[in-house]
């Protein structure tokens, strides 16, 4: 089983990966400080912890099985099923447009020294393997 864990930015912020929901979320320190069994913890906290442990956050999540082998329909499904392609063409942005989530207010998620385009032989190969797909496939 895996462990829920909790991690901290370079700002000291303390985040919570909850595995077995799979989501994150700010936690207060004093949480963190429980979570990592410390001896100094706020009661209150401790009491907060035990409650969420109780209702399954910071819980263990069960080992996932998956099979390996897919059968040809099950990837034709798939493919019918596409309603939609994003290509992220390139890391060139400097993330200032003004509707941009990680625009001036975000400095720190800012992808740094990532200068590359994407391979427009490799976008268009997969375009076209997939719009040959969908045509044979819906016949």
């Not at 401790?46 to 999540?61: D, N, Q, S, V």
């Not at 989530?101 to 393997?129: C, H, M, Q, T, V």
Request: charged share 25%.
């Amino acid at each position: 089983m895996r462990e829920s864990v909790v991690h901290s930015t370079e700002n000291g912020n303390l985040y919570l990966y909850d595995t077995p929901h799979k989501f994150s979320v700010l936690i207060h320190p004093e949480l963190g400080k429980v979570h990592k069994q410390s001896t100094d913890a706020d009661p209150y906290y401790l009491k907060k912890y035990g409650y969420l442990r109780e209702h399954g956050i910071f819980g263990k999540a069960e080992p996932v099985d998956f099979e390996t082998i897919l059968d040809e329909s099950e990837i034709n499904e798939q493919i019918i099923q596409t309603r939609e392609i994003i290509f992220e063409v390139t890391d060139y942005c400097n993330l200032n447009c003004v509707y941009c989530a990680f625009g001036e207010l975000y400095e720190s998620g800012k992808k740094k020294g990532r200068k590359k385009n994407i391979n427009i032989r490799y976008a268009s190969n997969l375009l076209k393997y997939l719009k040959s797909a969908i045509i044979f496939l819906k016949i």
